[in-house]
């Protein structure tokens, strides 16, 4: 796949150590136009947007936001936790602004499967259809996401 | 016909490499802006060569203007006045302004290139903050994910700080991280001690800084820092103290205390120290040992994830209801947060509304 000029700068602040400690792409060798490509199949075959997905994951962020970032439950069976660190992220796609570094834990008490995300990931979906590369610190499997949040 | 194309590319290739020429030459000629002069606080002039930005202008000259993310526009922290000679706010700088700031002509100074002659307002405490070069003399570990780390000042260099204040930290490249990055991190240790300070440190995931300082960092290597910044710092009156802090935030408690036990104090002090597990807590022993110490200080730790297995006997939940036995006047009440934005914001809410402190009377240090 060509990249343009633009892509390559994208690539570059993607790689571990640019913005964060191992970076957005994990062990995936795709670029990160095909990892976006391959999710939003995933979405369609699922029948839910990026954007209906970063809602959900900003829905649950805000609750433990309103709980001032202590451990709550929201709609009976999610268990929510955000903790709040020093600092803040700029968006690898170079979009203006930067996030908090806060990191929320979703756990679905039902299934006991639980998911981190940071305030940035919630962007990378919402604005880009970006859910990190396989095995990256903070990927989000869109599958997981939509069966185990909606 | 091969004569012909060889000479082809030799003409392609000489008309190239008088185009990149050019390109070299009209560069050095086009940003060559001389010499120009940034006035500070219409009090001092700078002479410095122009073309670089503000905040590195002033660094070359020992001004530091604090900045986490080393002058990339993604902080916020170097923000200060340019009132003449800056240009027009850059899109870089927008989202990290208030309209209010901008109004104010507050611009982010690593964003704002010094190409003519320029006038900035910057707080005069800024004239105070130093490059300091440090050895590491030790390393302790608190928890699993937060370290203390004292750094030894090179020969003949001393800090001056407040308790309360913080530094920041300048990474080296590691493994693939090929910049450097600045950090800040509170000054845990007392300000009586002048050739080193203590910072404590939490692991951050895919933290930068923390992920060197907790897999990198030994005993021995050499760390530059600058400080000390901020204005969270214990204010000198006779008024009560309520601290608060979770995390990471015991750092500049901590200091504070040990200040306060160097210069002495018969103020009542109540620290809440908000925690997860047991597993969070740290400090419990420095925190007794200041209860033996004070005529009148108590340590108040809260654990909101207290396990059966754990044991806990202490007090469990939110830190506010807590405070009303710590709380003897509010209108002779200090508090001092130190942690992330929700936890401040929940307590500075309480402490107004539910218990009559002042907001003037609230300093805090926000993670957020």
């Known amino acids: ?150 | 016909m091969l004569i012909r194309i060889l000479e082809d590319i030799a003409l392609m290739s000489g008309i190239g490499v008088i185009l990149a020429l050019i390109l070299v030459l009209a560069q050095r000629w086009l940003s060559n802006y001389g010499e120009v002069t940034i006035n500070i606080n219409g009090k001092r002039d700078l002479t410095v060569t122009g073309g670089n930005s503000l905040l590195s202008s002033l660094s070359d000259e020992q001004i530091f203007i604090p900045s986490a993310c080393g002058g990339r526009g993604t902080c916020g922290a170097c923000k200060c006045q340019v009132l003449e000679g800056g240009g027009p706010i850059l899109p870089t700088e927008k989202p990290l302004l208030t309209k209010a700031e901008m109004a104010d002509n507050v611009r982010l100074s690593c964003q704002v290139k010094v190409k003519s002659d320029i006038k900035i307002q910057i707080p005069e405490a800024i004239f105070n903050i130093r490059r300091f070069n440090s050895v590491i003399e030790e390393i302790v570990d608190y928890t699993y994910d937060i370290k203390g780390v004292t750094f030894k000042l090179n020969e003949g260099q001393s800090i001056d700080f407040k308790a309360g204040q913080y530094v920041q930290l300048e990474t080296k490249p590691y493994e693939k991280i090929k910049q450097k990055v600045m950090r800040a991190y509170s000054i845990s240790s007392k300000p009586e001690i002048r050739d080193r300070i203590q910072l404590i440190i939490r692991l951050v995931p895919e933290g930068v800084c923390t992920t060197w300082v907790h897999t990198q960092l030994k005993v021995g290597d050499k760390v530059d820092f600058t400080g000390a910044y901020g204005d969270f710092y214990l204010r000198d009156t006779a008024a009560d103290i309520l601290f608060v802090a979770g995390g990471s935030g015991s750092a500049p408690i901590k200091s504070m205390l040990e200040h306060l036990q160097e210069v002495g104090t018969n103020r009542k002090m109540t620290y809440f120290f908000g925690a997860r597990t047991t597993k969070d807590l740290y400090l419990d022993e420095e925190m007794r040992a200041f209860e033996e110490f004070f005529d009148d200080f108590e340590y108040v730790p809260v654990l909101s994830h207290a396990t059966e297995a754990e044991n806990w006997q202490g007090k469990t939940g939110y830190l506010m209801p807590y405070f009303k036995d710590a709380i003897r006047d509010p209108k002779n009440t200090e508090a001092y947060l130190c942690g992330s934005p929700g936890m401040i914001a929940a307590v500075t809410k309480s402490l107004i509304n539910d218990y009559g402190i002042a907001e003037e009377k609230i300093y805090y240090d926000s993670f957020g």
Do not use: W
């Open chain 1, 1 to 150: 796949m060509k990249h343009t000029p633009n892509d390559k700068k994208i690539m570059a602040k993607m790689q571990a150590g640019v913005i964060t400690y191992s970076g957005f792409l994990g062990k995936d060798t795709r670029d990160f136009n095909q990892i976006i490509a391959d999710d939003e199949m995933v979405l369609d075959e699922l029948g839910k947007t990026a954007e209906e997905i970063a809602n959900r994951l900003e829905y649950f962020q805000q609750k433990s936001f309103d709980a001032f970032e202590a451990s709550t439950l929201v709609d009976k069976i999610y268990e929510v936790d955000t903790e709040v660190v020093r600092g803040y992220l700029p968006c690898p796609f170079m979009h203006q602004g930067v996030y908090r570094k806060s990191y929320t834990t979703i756990t679905n008490t039902k299934s006991g499967k639980s998911f981190t995300y940071s305030a940035l990931n919630i962007h990378l979906i919402r604005a880009h259809h970006f859910f990190e590369g396989k095995k990256s610190h903070f990927r989000l499997e869109p599958r997981e996401l939509v069966a185990e949040l909606f």
